[in-house]
């Protein structure tokens, strides 16, 4: 599975921002997809996650702003971020893990999102 992030870019606090990320190599559908973030000199952190059939769970710092969903027709995953914070830079990495699975073994290569005050 090879996944490929895009939509990143420089938002204003309190706007918006939509990621998406395409899943290619086979179909991801009963695939859980994740996305996850890294800010300058942080861990790497979780923030939201999809299973195959649809739930949904999120970090506390995101949950109500941000929206994970999946489109298994066109294999691609989406994170939608209203009222961005400055604490919400990072780079946006999405990952894939198999069905049943713990450990994320697929990852995109990452998107960068700057905030400004």
């Known amino acids: 599975v090879q996944l490929q992030a895009s939509g990143g870019g420089l938002a204003q606090a309190g706007g918006s921002l939509r990621l998406a990320c395409a899943a290619s190599g086979r179909t991801v559908s009963n695939y859980g997809l994740g996305w996850f973030r890294q800010a300058p000199g942080k861990e790497r952190e979780f923030v939201a996650t999809?299973?195959?059939?649809?739930?949904?769970s999120y970090a506390d710092s995101v949950k109500g702003r941000f929206t994970i969903s999946r489109d298994n027709a066109k294999n691609t995953v989406y994170l939608q971020m209203n009222s961005l914070k400055p604490d919400d830079t990072a780079v946006y990495y999405c990952a894939a893990r198999g069905s049943g699975l713990i450990k994320f073994d697929y990852w995109g290569q990452g998107t960068q999102v700057t905030v400004s005050s």
């Open positions: 999809i299973s195959w059939n649809y739930g949904t």
